[in-house]
């Protein structure tokens, strides 16, 4: 080989390096993929299942040909009661049904725009918010808990004319009472509270004070966060009878 010849290599052709696969943002964008599938269908299950409650609950929406759907529902009582019958925060009412759904009533009442009450409140200003259109789950604390409690509250919560609270002399587990209109129940899952709620709350028809307002009075009237108590004792010969008038 001659002076200033380069020797050339016998080395084997050059080979570029592989690059290695993203397998972390593979999974990622497929988890997300799959998460968005996951949730897509719950909401399209779930849309459909509240248009499918909507469509059944739609006989009970009342009307000016149908006033009182309620009426269709079995089980439920009807009373004539008064409107505007008020008594003071220290008098008691004589009420002859646990829970109340009518009659004289505190002058102020009880917040009722989706209010759930975790302690039984004075029954004499609930009573009021009926008077306003309200519809009040009442609940026995002992007998309705976990899921079933969760299942009411869920229909309550954030949704005016609409309170629950627990009523520990209860005689069934679930009572609804709108005014001069009572259900009670003993499940949570029973279909007659969505089409109790469907047919009397803010029905205009069916209680004295239309487009009266569900918002609390506040501190010194009624407080939702510090509610009067319920009184679980017998009203006593101080109390005014369901039968008298209170102050207008």
């Keep these: ?54 469509a059944a609950l739609e006989p009970f929406a009342p009307s000016a040909e149908n006033n009182d759907p309620s009426t269709q529902i079995p089980g439920v009582v009807v009373q004539d009661y008064q409107g505007a019958n008020h008594v003071s925060a220290q008098q ?20 009722c725009d989706g209010v759930v009450y975790d302690e039984a409140i004075r029954v004499e200003n609930v009573v009021h918010s009926l008077e306003h259109g309200a519809v009040w ?19 309550v919560e954030g949704e005016n004319y609409l309170l629950m609270s627990p009523v520990p002399t209860l005689d069934t587990p679930i009572s609804l009472q709108s005014w001069g209109h009572q259900l009670k129940l003993d499940n949570a899952q029973d ?15 069916t209680h004295p004070e239309v487009g009266a307002t569900c918002s609390e009075l506040g501190p010194g009237r009624f407080d939702r966060d510090n509610p009067p108590p319920f009184d679980p004792t ?7 009878p369901m039968n008298s008038e209170g102050q207008k």
């Design 234 to 240: 017998p009203p006593g010969p101080g109390a005014l």
């Design 92 to 111: 008691r009412v004589a009420y002859d049904v646990v829970p109340p759904f009518g009659g004289p009533h505190d002058q102020s009442w009880a917040a």
């Design 191 to 205: 279909p007659r509270v969505d089409q109790f709620i469907k047919a009397l709350r803010a029905n205009r028809f």
């Design 1 to 54: 080989m001659g002076r200033g010849t380069k020797k050339r290599s016998r080395g084997g052709p050059v080979v570029a390096a592989s690059r290695p696969k993203p397998w972390g943002m593979i999974a990622a964008v497929t988890a997300v993929v799959v998460l968005a599938g996951v949730v897509f269908g719950y909401m399209y299950v779930r849309a459909a299942d509240n248009r499918e409650l909507e």
């Design 137 to 155: 789950i009442a609940y026995h604390p002992d007998k309705v808990t976990g899921a079933a409690l969760d299942a009411l509250r869920a229909k």
